[in-house]
């Protein structure tokens, strides 16, 4: 696992994520191929992107659409009450029969595994999935609770004291990088 | 830099400004979704107590209230004047301290005497909400009115709004003439002379007292309910009459804008201050009125939750640091 301490460091640029995303669809075609109601979910606001374009990889290899939903997790963070800087919350998004499906949460990072609890939770009180599987981007360690991811698109070993940001909306300004994470911030660094 | 919402309470709309009510309304499109799912629940104040205190009768607003609190997850009790110790000659100074042993985190009060819900805010721990006070407000009326109108018009500013009926007892004029008013929409107050307060003009809006000429041009046009049991006799000689002269029906409607709306407070008089057809015609959003109602109460009740705001306070505190 590559450590990175940098301020500003690049992990992955934009050819890399573009790389990533690729091999994490394949993946996910491997091992959904028996499923008929496959849904990608990304979780706001990082995941989001990152879903729809795993989607669009998804399409270009199997000729199947895939549905795509995202989630707003705010309500659901366990210190929802008490600890959010910014309390904005989003819609969530989700335009298919959750119930019986079977579906990959996706998320730029997976840090402390508290955002994919509460994206859980959120999806349940859609319906009851028949499974769910994690697919992340980055996994940067560092998990408080026991959350592990089925697709991993790149692990980085990244201290604490940073935030692992990501840009992945398919543009050239695309990037990964580290960041001094300010106490202010939400634990986990990008996501308010 | 977004800060949070800085107010510990919602007693009167005179204390938001333009980024505040945004919030407010930002906040409750998310909270609309969360009403529309089939588990219309989210965990965000558990562990929280909500109280009802409606010393006034309403249905809709305390419902509203109480579904917004318990989709919220919070712990929601309604407490009502009428066989509470209210009626056994409590004051509401007593009420207050009482309620307060009681470790809420959230009040909601309704009552008769204007400025009742300053007063209880004054001497409580808790968040109070104004759900209704005397003939001064009703904030949390104004902001679902006002996210109806941003949801058919886009927006809040440069909208005629018209408000017709009984404005001398109408806190609902109030309240949405302040919030319409701060975003630059002009606001029209209609009715007889016996209805319309002497001074009003202060509030900065324009008076009619004839209503072809007050729906003229307008967008929003805002029905107030005329209360039979109050003003029958020396304000308004019958009802037949009001109707004749007030009330609005969908042959008004060509004075009005082509994409005007009809609001109502609720709960309407159909055939006194509206016409049945037009109430439920495409140009109604009551309905969706009521609707907003239960999201922007979850939003206000959202953006108070007190540990958040000490949380805030904590935060903007250390990052000034």
Known sequence: ?192 | MSAGFRHNHLLSIADLDRDDVNQILDAAESFIEVSRRSVRKVPTLRGKTLINMFFEASTRTRTSFELAGKRLSADVVNVSSSGSSVSKGESLLDTCKTLEAMRPDLVVIRHAASGAPAFVAKHIGCSVINGGDGAHEHPTQALLDAFAIRKAFGTLSGLKVVIVGDITHSRVARSNAALLGRFGSEVRFCGPRTLMPTGVEMLGVKVYHDLREALTGVDVIMLLRIQKERLEGPLVPSMREYSRCYGVSQKHMALANPRAIVMHPGPMNRGVEIHTALADSERSVILDQVEAGVAVRMAVLYLLSKELRAQTATQAASDAG
């Open chain 1, 1 to 192: 696992m590559a450590l990175v301490d940098a301020p500003g460091q690049i992990v992955l640029d934009a050819d890399a994520i573009g790389r990533t995303i690729r091999r994490v669809a394949s993946e996910i075609v491997e091992r959904t191929r028996a499923t008929a109601k496959l849904a990608l979910v990304g979780i706001e606001q990082g995941g989001t992107p990152i879903a729809r374009r795993l989607a669009d990889e998804i399409t270009k290899v199997e000729g199947r659409s895939v549905p795509v939903g995202s989630l707003d997790i705010t309500l659901y963070r366990d210190d929802a009450a008490s600890a959010l800087p910014d309390p904005k919350v989003g819609p969530s998004r989700i335009d298919f029969v959750v119930e019986g499906a079977d579906i990959v949460l996706v998320d730029d990072v997976l840090h402390t595994g508290r955002t994919v609890r509460a994206a859980i939770d959120c999806l349940f009180d859609y319906g009851r999935p028949r499974r769910i599987w994690l697919a992340v981007l980055c996994d940067r360690g560092g998990r408080q609770l026991p959350v592990a991811a089925d697709f991993i698109g790149k692990r980085v070993e990244v201290p604490e004291g940073y935030a692992l940001d990501v840009v992945a909306e398919g543009g050239a300004a695309d990037r990964a990088f580290l960041r001094v994470w300010r106490p202010s911030e939400a634990p986990g660094g990008a996501r308010p």
